[in-house]
């Protein structure tokens, strides 16, 4: 199955570039625009598409992911720079047992099914701290890999600005550490599905580099 993995280096003078990151609705636009058209009502899984963005000390870059090739032509002149990158050699290099660094940006929330006086039964509510670990450990699990050691970094939820008069709110964490490989098969379906909720708004790609030495 084809991968491909785009960072574009966002330039913050850029117009397109303030108002998208201002918005995550534009952001996902922007994102979708890269793919071809004519994907159907559920484009954003057709074409497997999932994206983060990072902030640094050289800048804010977006990372995107797809089944399917961009079209980098569709972004406005001057947008970013923009460098691409195919999946497939390392999805076929994982293995089981090799040690690896991960980095994901999830939707850390989970549903409350019966009144506890603080929130209604079928309320969405966001995890933090020791909660949300709990959440990763769980979904990393699932996801194929035997977590050895977490950072959780709390973000700044996935809001509209006020004049969009919308109550969107998605819960973002940041999870780093180290893992090891535990069923390959599983790591590769969560690499290219993601994991979690709030896939259109930025979380659920899974990102994996070679770990230290054992």
């Not at 979708?32 to 999932?50: C, E, I």
């Not at 409350?112 to 769980?138: S, T, Y």
């Not at 004049?163 to 550490?177: E, K, N, Y």
Request: hydrophobic residues 40%.
């Amino acid at each position: 199955m084809n991968a491909h993995l785009a960072r574009l280096a966002l330039d913050p003078r850029h117009a397109a570039v303030r108002r998208d990151l201002a918005d995550p609705v534009r952001l996902h636009q922007r994102v979708m625009s890269l793919l071809p058209d004519g994907l159907g009502p559920q484009a954003r899984q057709a074409a497997g598409v999932l994206f983060r963005q990072e902030d640094n000390r050289s800048g804010t870059s977006l990372l995107v992911q797809a089944l399917l090739p961009f079209d980098f032509s569709r972004l406005p002149d001057g947008y970013a720079e923009v460098a691409v990158r195919d999946l497939r050699p390392m999805l076929a290099a994982l293995r089981g047992g090799k040690t690896v660094r991960y980095r994901i940006v999830a939707n850390t929330t989970k549903r409350v099914w019966q009144d506890d006086g603080r929130h209604k039964a079928g309320q969405v509510v966001p995890l933090a701290g020791d909660d949300a670990l709990r959440w990763w450990r769980r979904r990393a699990e699932a996801a194929g890999l035997d977590l050895r050691h977490a950072d959780v970094l709390a973000l700044d939820s996935a809001r509209r600005p006020p004049q969009a008069d919308s109550r969107m709110r998605h819960a973002m964490t940041r999870f780093d550490g180290v893992a090891v490989i535990g069923d390959p098969d599983a790591v590769r379906g969560a690499i290219l599905a993601g994991l979690g909720k709030g896939k259109s708004y930025g979380c659920g790609l899974l990102s994996l580099a070679p770990g230290p030495p054992s």
